[in-house]
């Protein structure tokens, strides 16, 4: 099942030094061990590590992880760490373990009115996790909400191995673009501007 839990560290690379930082990332997790996965942007401008929590207390041991990315992957950057804490609400297909476990993540993100979210719960089981579940294209999905970030709202984690033209045909069809309009009309913050997607490449995990 995918973790109660789950910390986003991303952090921007200087031109020409992506292959030296994520080599340094990567061997990082190795000696850190834990449920951790690495992803490279697909556009190459970023590295992003997803780290499952099972219990929130677990969160406080990660002071020491935080400073040694400062320490090691500092020279790297070509701008600060952004992190975000998030806790899992629906599971409409959920991973075998604690992170998604395919070559490709996609995180979706919408800011939804506080006062219309419950009801913006009941409406996506029916209209998005409906398409989700049908598409074969899709391995894992996973619904998120913000606790501690600068980009707050629900957050959809998506996992698939097949090609970003087929992934991507999923929220392409008529069916999807009418549920994205009702959505943007009744529910997003800022309407359709309101979504945005960021597509990763996994490159590696906490396992030696």
């Not at 190459?44 to 997803?50: A, D, N, Q």
């Not at 020491?64 to 952004?82: C, H, I, P, S």
């Not at 490709?104 to 913006?120: A, N, S």
């Not at 899709?138 to 984690?157: D, K, N, R, W």
């Amino acid at each position: 099942m995918s973790a109660p839990y789950i910390q986003i560290t991303e952090l921007p690379i200087a031109a020409k030094m992506m292959n030296e930082a994520e080599y340094a990332w990567r061997l990082l997790l190795q000696s850190e061990g834990g449920d951790v996965k690495l992803y490279r942007q697909d556009d190459g401008s970023t590295l992003l590590e997803l780290r499952a929590f099972q219990a929130w207390p677990d969160l406080a041991r990660s002071a020491r992880l935080r400073q040694e990315q400062w320490d090691t992957l500092a020279r790297y950057a070509a701008g600060d760490f952004r992190r975000e804490i998030l806790s899992k609400v629906d599971d409409p297909k959920p991973t075998e373990d604690g992170l998604p476990d395919q070559r490709f993540l996609e995180l979706r993100y919408v800011e939804v009115l506080p006062d219309r979210y419950e009801e913006y719960r009941t409406w996506r089981e029916q209209t998005i996790f409906d398409v989700v579940r049908g598409a074969p294209e899709i391995i894992s999905f996973s619904a998120y909400h913000s606790v501690f970030t600068t980009h707050p709202g629900v957050v959809f984690l998506s996992g698939f191995d097949g090609s970003l033209e087929d992934y991507r045909a999923v929220f392409a069809t008529p069916r999807y673009k009418a549920i994205v309009s009702e959505a943007a009309e009744k529910y997003i913050t800022g309407g359709e501007q309101g979504l945005s997607t960021r597509t990763y490449v996994f490159t590696g995990d906490g396992k030696e």
